[in-house]
């Protein structure tokens, strides 16, 4: 028998600490999730890519990693002027930065997360949001690699004390984007310079194949990258952006978007079919597709395969974000930051508009893991009023809302999507529960009438049982609870039957 699917996590991060929620669905009417775990104080907190482990840091203080099956404390870190903290993908390892007097004093240590013991120590002047964490770990922790001067550096993460076992040339490299799944290839950035164009080069992490690239990608008016790899590590989505647009269209500077594979297969620009900027890209759960939000407003969105040929326009409107769901049927367009905050979502299986609604003022937003519900959080410092979570249905009606007086983040914990079921197989599920449902109130129904009518005189005739329709006599209130039943068991993996009605 296959194992039931987990729960859903949410992390909930205020001015007063952190707390972990009971993810949904919730009963009708809640209004304060079940915590798994009382507030605790923190600076900052983050899940390991696969959901085992959560990070807590006090800042210059301390770093605590935690169980996220039992949210017991697996490990707690005293570090005097700590300024950030990372986990790995599995929360094997976790490296830190810390405050440093001098080069002598080595102030970036990957720790054993188990035994508390330093790995592997060096020193780094400075940090940015572009370097952190300093070492990049492939999904399954059996690749790592670090972007130093002029060069990429690889390492064994099962035996840190092996050192360098590889590198890879670069002259200038200023980004660097590990594929994860598998770490198989590892792409670069060398910035424009002295007239020389910006490029984007992907190298493979086989240490016999590395003396040259796979791929490469050149162009001119570009000063930083964004790298998205796919699932499968084949190809690599490159957002370039210039810092001034010198056709004057934009304040904002210009963008555009190259897309490398690593057979080769194509290299060039992604064929966007209207002029202005590039708001947003996504991978498909699977890699195969992916989806791009581009133009100037309204904007456009449109889905292409992995060889760059368009499959769905998604039509225009008031957007800067898509998100797909991991389970990869349902997106989301949506248009936040400055914009109003209209959601569109989308059924990519079937091809159709489900419905659309708002969540002006969010921050951030997110499918759940198991792509059925989507969490919109308002949080500061970007705004500082207004603060709150709202989740939705898969299908776009509201399911749930918070308000709070300050919020910092709300994410939810990872999970692998393959342990949940398709939403198709809930939606079967709860068809043929109202038509149950239906049946056995008829039958109830007439085992009632009967009874009446046999201690009832001869000569009095039963009179026929009203129709009573679904929204009388608060079966409206029923009926939530029997979804809410059903889709908990469903959930679980267990059958189900209804004696509670």
Known sequence: MASPPPALEILV???????????????????????RISKTACSATSFSADGARLLATVASASATVYDCRTLAVVKCFELPGLLAAALSPTGAYLQTFQKSSSPQEKNVTVWQVDTAVALYQHYQKS????TWPMIQFSADESVGCRMMPNEIQFFDPKDFTKGILSRIRMPGIAAMQLATAPGSHVAGFVPEAKGIPASVQIFSCNKDAQNQAVARRSFFRCSTVQLHWNKGS????????????????????????????????FEGMVPLKKDGPVHDVQWSSLGSEFAVVYGFMPAKATIFNKKCNPLLELGEGPYNTIRWNPKGRFIVLAGFGN????????????????????AECSVTSEWSPDGRHF???????????????KIFDHNGSLQFKKMFERLYQADWKP????RFG??????????????EETKKQGSGQGSKSAQTSSKAPASTASKPTAYRPPHAKGSAEVQAKVFLYMYECICEGISYSFPLL
């Open 13 to 35: 991060r205020e001015p007063d600490g952190f707390t972990v929620w009971s993810g949904p669905p919730y009963p009708p009417g809640t209004t304060s999730p079940p915590q």
């Open 415 to 418: 999970e692998a999507p393959e």
């Open 339 to 358: 914009l109003p905050g209209d959601m569109a979502f989308w059924d990519y299986s079937d091809k159709k508009l489900v419905a659309k609604t708002k």
């Open 375 to 389: 969490m919109t959080a308002t949080t500061a410092p970007r705004l500082q009023i207004d603060n709150g979570i």
């Open 234 to 265: 084949t190809g690599l989505l490159v957002l370039a952006q210039a810092d001034v647009d010198k056709t004057n269209q934009s304040y904002y500077g210009e963008t555009k978007l190259n897309y490398l594979t690593t057979d080769r297969a």
């Open 422 to 435: 398709d939403i198709a197989d809930l939606t079967t599920s709860l068809s043929s529960l109202k038509i």
């Open 127 to 130: 940090m940015s949001k572009a």
